[in-house]
């Protein structure tokens, strides 16, 4: 056991964003020349305390020991004086710029370029060599593929004197050939004493690359261990925690008719990532399916191929006797008068337009409906009067179809969208991250009412990012991990260590 | 163009722009002070001047006219996300297309002439706003960079027609012949006069009626009707927009479609109701004014109405004005034209957040002493 | 070949432009750096204003310039205040420079020197001289194309050489200093710049003051140079016409001088070709050539002939996310 001081040493990390306590009293220690992993799903609080180790934001109490030495880190800057470096999820690059240029600047060793392009390119040169990481430096960013990228920001930060590195989430954009070649590269950086922090979800990752781990849940660390003292399935309970709660409703689901079928969805973001990468799913009358995992693994962009809002490159979608194909995909307004509503999740940027009115927002998508009026002139009376009765049966409060949208709070918002997209009796309803931001109060009756269109015999998928939600409303719950879907299990099926695996990509269970 | 600061409708829609236009008004008094001019005598002259005879209101709701059309434009296109400066332009075809009807079809009857004039002079400006738009919606090219060069192209444009083809023989100027009576909107004198009362001859015609019909149907398009409502969400909020299955592609022509329409009325004022033949530069910088009047008119019809007269007043103060003080001119409302765009445009950002917070302090005080009390 | 003809439509050109390489220069300096700038035309006309206006009352060319420069940055700091400083549209703003500055010209130059807008001729002093006329008269000796690069080279007066050189000089800051990288940088994502610990708001401020200076140089040549003196509206557009010279060289100097230098060309050629018959096209009126340096901008910024592409950040006020 080495004597050498600790590289990081957090001890007894508070901070509260408001309401939310996003770390309660967090003590992590990293030693020096290891690669740390932090594990935890969404909300858990690790990305809060690696932005406080890096300087975004300050704690409310607790201490910070860098290499031994107490450490005040107020800003980025202090962070990398400190010999911090961090490599975010979205890169902070300059496209039309060189890798070269983009590592030096803000750091360029005197103001001639030539110059100073040439004495950086020496120093990065030797750097590569080190390391082996391998950068074409002259060439532009955006003729660089995403791994080739992703190691520039890992060169950056080194050039600026990182001993210590943070990598958020860095597989998310990689291929797996990417992955193994990350690897190869941060145990070479590891093997010449540098110090890794891995923030990831992805259990097989921690096992496979770090030394030692730590698992937050709720904003609190609840496990710290070298990974050779656990396992995969010890990570996946810690990371879910005892969620699955007896005396749910005892609802025994019988699903009936498909009402919706995709197959081999697949589409590619701009930089070539998968974002979905073959997914096929079914939904069935009179069920609610729940799709869990940790965002960003492509449920996002299921939600909007199934909605109409994105087309992709590959798959089919079959809805109340249509067949779509990418060549003419489905579209939002077809969407509704094929009976499919969707609950955005963000009902600030899509679910709403927040200076309109409460009456506007609330027939939005659904202007054109006979009922509104047959020419050019909207029925103003009857939309108000819909608004109402909206209001009504979903409890909005206040109850004032005239007040401006964005006057409501959160949770009433929530509601007005829901209450639209269920009031004109859809067959199938797709939400997203129905309870994000809403008050308790509201919760239970966003989910009474979900499942009051699952009674009715309609078909409900609901995305969430809150494990709970899932298996509170869940009759069968998908695992989604890397834009494929890792899993499906009947909710009496579910148990902390089976969900945890799947969520953290250990397991791929074929569907039923 | 969307509001990132939350305020109160009417510190928004009456206070704000109340104090941007003080504002303007006292930098253009300080510049008529700096150059020798009493402010107070000048503001006094100038009232008198837009409303002190029966002359002078007609003059101001002339101008008013004008400035009604290429508000509106500016304004509706706002309201679509979108920023149109090339109301000269559209204006400038428009009167094109007025004039080309009056001088092929001159001699048809005036109940058939002039309403086929005033479609021809929507088509023109309609046709003159729909290349920036399109370029915009399927080729991503800027607007407000394309729209400025179609002023420009419209200006030549224009220019060579009047010099080169349409022309009238042995007239030195480069105007065309004039249209006719057919082509001859009714002065609000005749109108009068039909009636038995006497109104002194001033270029106000049918059009100012027209204007008043174009802002009562803008009004109604943006808060009542379906386009309207789909261009209204798709500038304040795309994203939803599309999610509320409104293609945005579509409203960026309909904005502008109808944008260039209403600038292309100008024509109608101008040519049509006052001019009777097709000159150059009968816009004069009204497109400019427009931006201004919707600056000012917060993009909503009847604030651009209220816009539209003080400038009008000012227009028409300013020309009396300059008749009585030879150091006084115009331009000193197209400075104060200027200045508005200046403090209710681009400072916008910067009295914003003031108001905030004075109405939030304000309000907080009332909120405590109502629970004291 | 009429060495003259050729000689006099190169001066032409040269002279023409002078003030559109500057404007464009200046743009370009402002735009890279992600902020536009409309409120050129109106720099130009002010400063113009503020030179022919110093230099006819105080008889000195340095003053004049000084004023003039003056002048030009504080409106660019004007600039910078509403739309960096804070959020105000950038647009609306240049719009706002450009509407004032017209009417403001005219009123100053009517109640200052009640000439109607006119500022009195400008002494002999205060405007430039030609340079280089000895070496012009050497090179008309050379044959074939000795009268052409005499006429058309020599001759001018120093802010004509002075434009030239400023492209280079602007290139090289762009591309061959720190400031330049971190400029052209905060004009693509202002974000990364931030992170990397460089002032974005301090970038703008400096990349405006030499847009001021550059617009004020435009707007100084113009009485000094051109005309003996300030015309109301003088600048004629040239403003625009600069800014589609910008894009149309794709927001690079060197790209600016080009497109400047045919914009130009097409200015000074089209009171020429009045009367010349193109063949298969007739007579082509004089309006053409007068659109044509639109048209072209707009025909290269819908994609038909090659793509113009913007600086990412460009119109977008930066505002700190954390």
Same mark, same amino acid.
């Given at each position: 056991?080495?004597?050498?001081?600790?590289?990081?040493?957090?001890?007894?990390?508070?901070k509260k964003f408001g309401a939310v306590h996003a770390n309660r009293?967090?003590?992590?220690?990293?030693?020096?020349?290891?690669?740390?992993?932090?594990?935890?799903e969404n909300g858990a609080g690790?990305s809060t305390?690696?932005?406080?180790?890096?300087?975004?934001?300050?704690?409310?109490?607790?201490?910070?020991?860098?290499?031994?030495?107490?450490?005040?880190?107020?800003?980025?800057?202090?962070?990398?004086?400190?010999?911090?470096?961090?490599?975010?999820?979205?890169?902070?690059?300059?496209?039309?710029?060189?890798?070269?240029?983009?590592?030096?600047?803000?750091?360029?060793?005197?103001?001639?370029?030539?110059?100073?392009?040439?004495?950086?390119?020496?120093?990065?040169?030797?750097?590569?060599?080190?390391?082996?990481?391998?950068?074409?430096?002259?060439?532009?960013?955006?003729?660089?593929?995403?791994?080739?990228?992703?190691?520039?920001?890992?060169?950056?930060?080194?050039?600026?004197?990182?001993?210590?590195?943070?990598?958020?989430?860095?597989?998310?954009?990689?291929?797996?050939?990417?992955?193994?070649?990350?690897?190869?590269?941060?145990?070479?950086?590891?093997?010449?004493?540098?110090?890794?922090?891995?923030?990831?979800?992805?259990?097989?990752?921690?096992?496979?690359?770090?030394?030692?781990?730590?698992?937050?849940r709720a904003g609190?660390?609840?496990?710290?261990?070298?990974?050779?003292?656990?396992?995969?399935?010890?990570?996946?309970?810690?990371?879910?925690?005892?969620k699955?709660n007896?005396g749910r409703d005892?609802h025994?689901?019988?699903?009936?008719?498909?009402?919706?079928?995709?197959?081999?969805?697949?589409?590619?973001?701009?930089?070539?990532?998968?974002?979905?990468?073959?997914?096929?799913?079914?939904?069935?009358?009179?069920?609610i399916v729940g799709i869990a995992g940790v965002s960003g693994?492509?449920q996002s962009?299921?939600l909007d191929?199934?909605s109409?809002m994105?087309?992709?490159?590959?798959?089919?979608?079959?809805?109340?006797?249509?067949?779509?194909?990418?060549?003419?995909?489905?579209?939002p307004?077809?969407?509704r008068?094929?009976?499919l509503a969707h609950v955005p999740e963000d009902r600030h940027t899509r679910g709403l337009v927040l200076p309109f009115g409460a009456w506007e927002s609330a027939v939005l998508g659904y202007q054109?409906?006979?009922?509104?009026?047959?020419?050019?002139?909207?029925?103003?009376?009857?939309m108000r009067a819909d608004t109402a009765d909206m209001m009504e049966r979903y409890d909005v409060r206040p109850r004032n179809p005239g007040l401006r949208s964005s006057k409501f709070s959160g949770g009433n918002q929530q509601k007005l969208v829901l209450a639209r997209e269920a009031v004109h009796e859809p067959?199938v309803l797709l939400v997203g991250q129905p309870t994000r931001g809403v008050d308790i109060g509201a919760i239970e009756f966003i989910h009474e009412r979900l499942r009051a269109m699952r009674d009715a015999?309609g078909a409900v998928l609901v995305v969430s990012s809150e494990l709970d939600e899932v298996l509170a409303l869940a009759d069968?719950v998908?695992?989604?991990?890397?834009?494929?879907?890792?899993?499906?299990?009947?909710?009496?099926?579910?148990?902390?260590?089976?969900?945890?695996?799947?969520?953290?990509?250990?397991?791929?269970?074929?569907?039923? | 163009?969307s509001q990132p600061i939350e305020l109160p409708r009417?510190?928004?829609?009456?206070?704000?722009?109340?104090?941007?236009?003080?504002?303007?008004?006292?930098?253009?008094?300080?510049?008529?002070?700096?150059?020798?001019?009493?402010?107070?005598?000048?503001?006094?002259?100038?009232?008198?001047?837009?409303?002190?005879?029966?002359?002078?209101?007609?003059?101001?709701?002339?101008?008013?006219?004008?400035?009604?059309?290429?508000?509106?434009?500016?304004?509706?296109?706002?309201?679509?996300?979108?920023?149109?400066?090339?109301?000269?332009?559209?204006?400038?075809?428009?009167?094109?297309?007025?004039?080309?009807?009056?001088?092929? $079809? *001159?001699?048809?009857?005036?109940?058939?002439? %002039?309403? !086929?004039? &005033? #479609?021809? +002079?929507?088509?023109?400006? /309609? @046709?003159?706003?729909?290349?920036?738009?399109?370029?915009?919606?399927?080729?991503?090219?800027?607007?407000?960079?394309?729209?400025?060069?179609?002023?420009?192209?419209?200006?030549?444009?224009?220019?060579?027609?009047?010099?080169?083809?349409?022309?009238?023989?042995?007239?030195?100027?480069?105007?065309?012949?004039?249209?006719?009576?057919?082509?001859?909107?009714?002065?609000?004198?005749?109108?009068?006069?039909? $009636? *038995?009362?006497?109104?002194?001859?001033?270029? %106000?015609? !049918?059009? &100012? #009626?027209? +204007?008043?019909?174009?802002? /009562? @149907?803008?009004?109604?398009?943006?808060?009542?009707?379906?386009?309207?409502?789909?261009?209204?969400a798709?500038?304040f909020a795309?994203e939803a927009a599309r999610y509320g299955?409104?293609?945005?592609?579509?409203?960026?022509?309909?904005?502008?479609?109808?944008?260039?329409?209403?600038?292309?009325?100008?024509?109608?004022?101008?040519?049509?109701?006052?001019?009777?033949?097709?000159?150059?530069?009968?816009?004069?910088?009204?497109?400019?004014?427009?931006?201004?009047?919707?600056?000012?008119?917060?993009?909503?019809?009847?604030?651009?109405?209220? @816009?539209?007269?003080?400038?009008?007043?000012?227009?028409?103060?300013?020309?009396?004005?300059?008749?009585?003080?030879?150091?006084?001119?115009?331009?000193?409302?197209?400075?104060?034209?200027?200045?508005?765009?200046?403090?209710?445009?681009?400072?916008?950002?910067?009295?914003?957040?003031?108001?905030a917070?004075?109405?939030g302090?304000?309000s907080r005080?009332?909120r405590?002493?109502?629970a004291?009390? | 070949?009429?060495?003259?003809?050729?000689?006099?439509?190169?001066?032409?050109?040269?002279?023409?432009?002078?003030?559109?390489?500057?404007?464009?220069?200046?743009?370009?300096?402002?735009?890279?750096?992600?902020?536009?700038?409309?409120?050129?035309?109106?720099?130009?006309?002010?400063?113009?204003?503020?030179?022919?206006?110093?230099?006819?009352?105080?008889?000195?060319?340095?003053?004049?310039?000084?004023?003039?420069?003056?002048?030009?940055?504080?409106?660019?700091?004007?600039?910078?205040?509403?739309?960096?400083?804070?959020?105000?549209?950038?647009?609306?703003?240049?719009?706002?420079?450009?509407?004032?500055?017209?009417?403001?010209?005219?009123?100053?130059?009517?109640?200052?020197?009640?000439?109607?807008?006119?500022?009195?001729?400008?002494?002999?002093?205060?405007?430039?001289?030609?340079?280089?006329?000895?070496?012009?008269?050497?090179?008309?000796?050379?044959?074939?194309?000795?009268?052409?690069?005499?006429?058309?080279?020599?001759?001018?007066?120093?802010?004509?050489?002075?434009?030239?050189?400023?492209?280079?000089?602007?290139?090289?800051?762009?591309?061959?200093?720190?400031?330049?990288?971190?400029?052209?940088?905060?004009?693509?994502?202002?974000?990364?710049?931030?992170?990397?610990?460089?002032?974005?708001?301090?970038?703008?401020?400096?990349?405006?003051?030499?847009?001021?200076?550059?617009?004020?140089?435009?707007?100084?040549?113009?009485?000094?140079?051109?005309?003996?003196?300030?015309?109301?509206?003088?600048?004629?557009?040239?403003?625009?016409?600069?800014?589609?010279?910008?894009?149309?060289?794709?927001?690079?100097?060197?790209?600016?001088?080009?497109?400047?230098?045919?914009?130009?060309?097409?200015?000074?050629?089209?009171?020429?070709?009045?009367?010349?018959?193109?063949?298969?096209?007739?007579?082509?009126?004089?309006?053409?050539?007068?659109?044509?340096?639109?048209?072209?901008?707009?025909?290269?910024?819908?994609?038909?002939?090659?793509?113009?592409?913007?600086?990412?950040?460009?119109?977008?006020?930066?505002?700190?996310?954390?």
């Amino acid at each position: 056991m080495s004597s050498a001081p600790a590289a990081v040493a957090m001890r007894r990390i508070d901070k509260k964003f408001g309401a939310v306590h996003a770390n309660r009293a967090v003590d992590l220690t990293v030693a020096a020349g290891t690669v740390h992993g932090i594990v935890g799903e969404n909300g858990a609080g690790k990305s809060t305390l690696m932005s406080i180790l890096y300087g975004f934001y300050q704690a409310d109490s607790g201490e910070i020991a860098i290499e031994g030495r107490p450490a005040r880190i107020r800003n980025s800057s202090d962070a990398i004086a400190r010999g911090i470096g961090m490599v975010h999820q979205h890169f902070m690059l300059v496209d039309t710029l060189s890798a070269l240029d983009n590592v030096m600047l803000g750091a360029e060793p005197g103001w001639r370029l030539q110059a100073a392009r040439a004495q950086v390119r020496e120093k990065l040169d030797a750097l590569m060599k080190d390391t082996g990481l391998q950068v074409r430096l002259d060439l532009n960013v955006e003729d660089l593929p995403v791994g080739e990228r992703q190691r520039l920001e890992i060169l950056k930060a080194l050039y600026r004197g990182a001993r210590i590195l943070i990598l958020d989430e860095p597989t998310a954009v990689l291929t797996p050939q990417e992955t193994e070649q990350l690897f190869l590269t941060l145990r070479a950086l590891r093997d010449r004493g540098t110090t890794i922090l891995l923030i990831t979800h992805k259990l097989k990752e921690i096992m496979a690359l770090c030394d030692a781990v730590t698992v937050m849940r709720a904003g609190a660390v609840v496990l710290d261990c070298a990974t050779a003292d656990t396992s995969i399935d010890g990570l996946a309970q810690a990371m879910v925690g005892r969620k699955v709660n007896l005396g749910r409703d005892a609802h025994r689901a019988q699903p009936g008719a498909v009402l919706l079928r995709a197959q081999g969805l697949r589409w590619r973001d701009a930089l070539g990532v998968a974002r979905l990468d073959g997914v096929s799913i079914s939904l069935r009358a009179g069920e609610i399916v729940g799709i869990a995992g940790v965002s960003g693994n492509g449920q996002s962009e299921l939600l909007d191929a199934l909605s109409g809002m994105l087309a992709p490159q590959e798959g089919t979608l079959d809805i109340a006797g249509r067949h779509f194909d990418p060549a003419c995909w489905l579209t939002p307004a077809q969407a509704r008068a094929l009976r499919l509503a969707h609950v955005p999740e963000d009902r600030h940027t899509r679910g709403l337009v927040l200076p309109f009115g409460a009456w506007e927002s609330a027939v939005l998508g659904y202007q054109s409906l006979p009922r509104y009026g047959g020419g050019a002139v909207m029925n103003q009376a009857t939309m108000r009067a819909d608004t109402a009765d909206m209001m009504e049966r979903y409890d909005v409060r206040p109850r004032n179809p005239g007040l401006r949208s964005s006057k409501f709070s959160g949770g009433n918002q929530q509601k007005l969208v829901l209450a639209r997209e269920a009031v004109h009796e859809p067959q199938v309803l797709l939400v997203g991250q129905p309870t994000r931001g809403v008050d308790i109060g509201a919760i239970e009756f966003i989910h009474e009412r979900l499942r009051a269109m699952r009674d009715a015999g309609g078909a409900v998928l609901v995305v969430s990012s809150e494990l709970d939600e899932v298996l509170a409303l869940a009759d069968r719950v998908i695992v989604m991990n890397a834009g494929r879907i890792a899993g499906e299990l009947p909710i009496d099926s579910c148990s902390e260590q089976a969900l945890g695996r799947l969520m953290g990509g250990a397991d791929h269970v074929a569907a039923h | 163009m969307s509001q990132p600061i939350e305020l109160p409708r009417w510190i928004d829609l009456v206070a704000l722009p109340a104090f941007n236009l003080a504002l303007a008004l006292l930098v253009s008094g300080f510049v008529v002070w700096a150059i020798g001019l009493d402010p107070v005598q000048v503001l006094a002259l100038l009232v008198k001047g837009a409303f002190g005879s029966r002359a002078g209101v007609s003059y101001t709701l002339y101008y008013a006219t004008t400035f009604v059309f290429t508000g509106l434009a500016v304004a509706v296109a706002f309201h679509g996300g979108l920023f149109n400066i090339g109301g000269e332009g559209q204006a400038m075809m428009g009167g094109l297309g007025a004039g080309l009807v009056a001088l092929a $079809f *001159g001699s048809w009857p005036a109940a058939i002439l %002039l309403p !086929l004039m &005033v #479609l021809a +002079a929507m088509l023109f400006g /309609t @046709a003159w706003a729909a290349v920036p738009a399109a370029l915009q919606a399927y080729r991503g090219s800027h607007i407000v960079i394309t729209t400025i060069m179609f002023n420009f192209i419209a200006s030549a444009l224009v220019a060579y027609l009047l010099v080169d083809v349409l022309k009238e023989p042995g007239n030195m100027a480069p105007e065309t012949r004039a249209f006719g009576p057919n082509a001859q909107l009714p002065g609000f004198h005749t109108m009068l006069g039909w $009636f *038995g009362i006497e109104w002194p001859r001033t270029p %106000l015609n !049918l059009s &100012v #009626l027209l +204007a008043a019909a174009a802002a /009562t @149907a803008v009004w109604l398009m943006l808060w009542r009707t379906r386009g309207g409502y789909a261009l209204r969400a798709t500038g304040f909020a795309p994203e939803a927009a599309r999610y509320g299955g409104i293609a945005p592609q579509r409203q960026v022509m309909m904005a502008m479609a109808i944008s260039g329409a209403l600038a292309g009325l100008v024509g109608i004022n101008e040519i049509a109701g006052v001019h009777n033949r097709l000159l150059p530069d009968f816009v004069a910088g009204a497109g400019f004014t427009g931006i201004a009047v919707s600056l000012i008119g917060r993009s909503h019809p009847l604030g651009i109405v209220l @816009a539209s007269l003080l400038f009008g007043a000012l227009y028409q103060g300013g020309a009396e004005l300059s008749f009585e003080i030879p150091a006084f001119s115009r331009d000193m409302v197209t400075t104060l034209q200027g200045l508005i765009v200046l403090f209710a445009g681009a400072m916008a950002m910067v009295a914003a957040p003031l108001f905030a917070r004075l109405y939030g302090a304000w309000s907080r005080r009332v909120r405590a002493e109502a629970a004291r009390g | 070949m009429d060495e003259t003809l050729v000689g006099t439509l190169i001066a032409s050109t040269l002279r023409v432009s002078t003030p559109l390489i500057l404007c464009a220069l200046a743009g370009t300096m402002s735009e890279r750096a992600g902020v536009i700038d409309l409120g050129l035309e109106g720099k130009m006309l002010l400063t113009a204003f503020a030179a022919a206006a110093v230099g006819a009352t105080t008889g000195s060319l340095w003053m004049a310039l000084a004023a003039a420069i003056a002048l030009g940055v504080a409106l660019s700091m004007l600039h910078g205040y509403a739309c960096v400083s804070h959020r105000g549209d950038q647009v609306v703003m240049g719009m706002a420079i450009t509407m004032t500055a017209v009417g403001l010209t005219v009123v100053l130059g009517i109640a200052w020197f009640k000439q109607g807008g006119q500022t009195p001729p400008l002494a002999d002093a205060v405007r430039l001289d030609p340079w280089w006329v000895g070496l012009g008269t050497a090179l008309t000796a050379l044959p074939f194309i000795g009268k052409t690069l005499a006429l058309g080279f020599t001759g001018h007066n120093a802010m004509v050489y002075l434009a030239f050189v400023l492209v280079g000089a602007v290139w090289w800051l762009l591309y061959r200093t720190r400031f330049g990288l971190r400029l052209r940088a905060t004009g693509e994502n202002p974000a990364m710049v931030d992170a990397a610990g460089v002032s974005v708001k301090r970038l703008r401020y400096q990349a405006l003051a030499i847009n001021g200076v550059l617009a004020a140089l435009a707007g100084a040549y113009l009485v000094i140079g051109l005309n003996p003196g300030f015309i109301p509206n003088m600048t004629a557009g040239r403003g625009y016409m600069a800014l589609a010279a910008m894009i149309f060289g794709k927001w690079h100097p060197v790209g600016a001088l080009w497109a400047c230098l045919l914009f130009g060309f097409l200015d000074a050629a089209s009171i020429r070709l009045q009367g010349v018959v193109l063949p298969g096209l007739g007579e082509v009126p004089v309006q053409a050539i007068q659109a044509l340096p639109y048209v072209m901008t707009v025909v290269l910024l819908a994609g038909f002939i090659g793509q113009s592409r913007a600086p990412k950040a460009l119109g977008v006020p930066y505002v700190k996310e954390r």
